[in-house]
């Protein structure tokens, strides 16, 4: 094992040396290590630590000896025969992988191609569909430009439309409206054109688009339920305008979209596979396996339309469907001039089903040839095994009997060398800690004498000295001040953990009345308890100069006249876990352990008094007294939280 920080002050006795003399355990000292290393109380400028190498024997016998018994039990041709099974077995699992992932990245670009060369068929179905439709509307269109609205005029379109309709089953209704949304003709005749007459469609999105839009381009609407016999339709409108520009009302043809779902319904993809026309959005106008509640649904929140390239053509990803959470592989296609696009998508799990398969039984095969390789250089192993044992054992009987003729003259030079180390250890820290508190001390004296004089020179020139002389005057004494200040938190510093203390009864709730009392907050702020504060044994004093650190600095960096600080408590793990909180503007998480360091402050140094010692001193006493400290805030939310861990009783 290793035993480090050895403390020097007198009277302690160095973890782990004294145990071995007294218990007489014969450890075997493989090394020392001299460095420095901050002490714990005293001066806190560092103390000199020896770290000591040391292998413990088992049942008596040395460790370095049985450790080369057990290195030379193994001989070089059983070193070689692991070696050589471990990469004969590994070479051939790699083979195997890089095989079965080849093939599954085949299958995949197969499921890929299959998927893009159907979505082309089908999306060339469809612009086969919206282009035949496009060209009888283009057609009305004409007619109205030609003909008029009259009422001859109306009456020759409407037994057009009708005819059409009669004799193409793509086509559900055609129908022309008016600049205000009004049935001009239509292709129903009798009860339906009854139920339709009188309704007004000038707040329909495809209305009011062409309405505001001047460019004569087809626009695909959104499904919509038919107001006649209820099904779901796809309209295709165009703008029909008078000679001078002006918006003259829509011509358009609604189709049944069953059309699309019955030929979808054709294909086969897989039992989780599915087909789907979208508008580039993601509006769903038909999908197979059909769903009623879905027509109409939008899905381009969904992970395949953030995947695709917005601009492309075609092309395939792998996405999660949002409507029932299957892993699919869909191919696209974008029908050619119109808002719509056919995806493809056949089940990844079906895709890779077969591939799954293969793997299996090679898999099979693979850990089958793997045993039997395993069972014969086993047999191998066992006979080396044999024979290189019966060598070892007799080279062992022989470094037994070296070593412990040995044994005891090195046990005795490594206690008296461990001894020597321990005095030199306790003579250099206290030579340490006495030069610590000198130096300190002594700094203060020439600043006093700095400081002085500055006051002398402003005192006897301030009548005659310029205003610029003046302002480097006061300067010069606020940096002397300010190491001043310096000096003292390091001192202040290095008392942190100095001292006899003993646990005593404290009271949570009177300690922070006292403490608020003592930071002489502004009128404005509030510094009390939140819920119970219960009477805890710990160490006063200690505990104190937390509370008066943390709530003081709570108080000196609030951005308001008025403010408030709460501390709670609560047991955790068997310590107790002290909140100090306030509403203040917060500490950016870049800046929550740098806040801990020795004249840290997030201030400019002009623009504070206070020397940055405050928290490192919290940090040292809270890790004296076995705890930890962190940081709670999350800006541009207001308000900090200093959370603390104490152990209770004694230390």
């Not at 009277?11 to 355990?25: R, V």
């Not at 039990?73 to 070479?91: D, E, Y």
């Not at 089903?353 to 850990?367: D, N, Y």
């Not at 040292?620 to 308000?639: F, H």
Request: aromatic share 8%; charged share 25%.
């Amino acid at each position: 094992m290793w035993v480090t920080g050895v403390r020097t002050r007198a009277g302690a006795d160095a973890p782990g040396l004294g145990s071995h003399a007294a218990g007489g355990i014969e450890p075997s000292v493989t090394g020392i290590k001299r460095g420095v290393w901050p002490q714990r109380g005293g001066s806190g400028f560092g103390m000199t630590f020896v770290s000591i190498g040391m292998d413990t024997p088992r049942s008596g016998r040395p460790a370095h000896l049985a450790e080369s018994g057990e290195r030379r039990s193994r001989s070089p041709v059983q070193a070689k025969v692991i070696v050589f099974l471990c990469l004969v077995c590994l070479m051939l699992v790699s083979l195997d992988v890089e095989q079965s992932w080849t093939a599954r990245e085949g299958r995949m670009r197969e499921a890929r191609i299959e998927a893009n060369n159907l979505a082309r068929s089908l999306a060339q179905h469809a612009e086969d569909v919206f282009e035949t439709t496009d060209a009888e509307v283009r057609t009305l269109r004409d007619t109205v430009a030609d003909e008029g609205v009259g009422a001859a005029s109306i009456d020759r379109l409407e037994r057009r439309m009708r005819a059409q309709v009669a004799n193409q089953p793509l086509f559900h209704t055609l129908f022309l409206f008016d600049e205000h949304g009004d049935w001009l003709a239509s292709s129903h005749s009798g009860a339906e054109l009854e139920r339709v007459r009188h309704n007004n469609y000038a707040g329909y999105p495809f209305f009011r688009f062409h309405r505001d839009h001047p460019d004569d381009v087809a626009l695909i609407g959104p499904p919509v339920r038919s107001d006649v016999d209820g099904i779901w339709l796809v309209t295709l409108t165009r703008r029909v305008s008078h000679p001078d520009g002006r918006f003259a009302g829509i011509v358009g043809a609604s189709i049944p979209l069953n059309l699309f779902q019955r030929f979808l319904e054709t294909f086969d993809v897989g039992k989780r596979g599915a087909i789907s026309l979208t508008s580039s959005q993601g509006t769903l106008f038909a999908r197979m396996p059909f769903e009623a509640g879905l027509i109409g649904r939008s899905i381009g929140a969904g992970e395949f339309f953030q995947r695709i390239d917005p601009t492309a053509v075609s092309g395939s990803t792998e996405f999660t469907s949002l409507l029932d959470g299957t892993h699919r592989l869909g191919g696209f296609r974008r029908v050619t001039g119109f808002d719509l696009m056919m995806i493809v998508a056949p089940d990844v799990d079906e895709v890779l089903a077969p591939w799954w398969r293969e793997t299996t039984v090679h898999l099979l095969w693979m850990a089958i040839v793997i045993m039997v390789m395993l069972f014969l250089g086993y047999r191998l192993m066992l006979q080396i095994r044999t024979r290189v044992a019966a060598e070892a054992a007799a080279r062992t009987l022989q470094l037994e009997a070296d070593q412990r003729r040995r044994s005891e003259a090195e046990r005795t030079a490594h206690a008296r060398e461990l001894e020597r180390q321990k005095n030199e250890l306790e003579r250099s820290n206290a030579a340490l800690e006495q030069f610590a508190y000198a130096a300190s001390h002594d700094l203060q004296s020439p600043l006093r004498a700095i400081s002085h004089l500055a006051q002398w020179i402003d005192e006897a020139m301030r009548p005659i000295a310029p205003a610029e002389t003046l302002e480097h005057l006061q300067l010069m004494t606020g940096r002397v001040e300010r190491m001043q200040m310096l000096i003292r938190g390091m001192l202040a510093y290095a008392r942190v953990g100095r001292g006899d203390r003993g646990a005593e009864d404290v009271d949570l709730a009177a300690l922070v009345r006292d403490v608020a009392t003592l930071v002489s907050a502004p009128s404005g702020f509030v510094i009390g308890c939140a819920g119970d504060m219960p009477v805890i044994h710990s160490y006063r004093a200690p505990l104190d100069l937390v509370l008066k650190n943390l709530i003081g600095n709570a108080v000196q960096h609030h951005d308001r006249a008025e403010g408030r600080i709460m501390v709670s408590m609560r047991m955790a793990d068997g310590m107790a876990e002290i909140r100090v909180r306030d509403d203040g503007p917060g500490i950016e998480a870049r800046y929550h352990e740098e806040i801990f360091g020795l004249f840290r402050t997030l201030r400019s140094r002009d623009d504070t008094e206070h020397g940055g010692m405050g928290l490192a001193m919290v940090k040292k006493q809270v890790t004296e007294n076995g705890g930890r400290i962190w940081v709670e805030s999350t800006p541009p939310d207001r308000g900090c939280a200093f959370v603390f861990t104490w152990r209770l009783g004694a230390l």
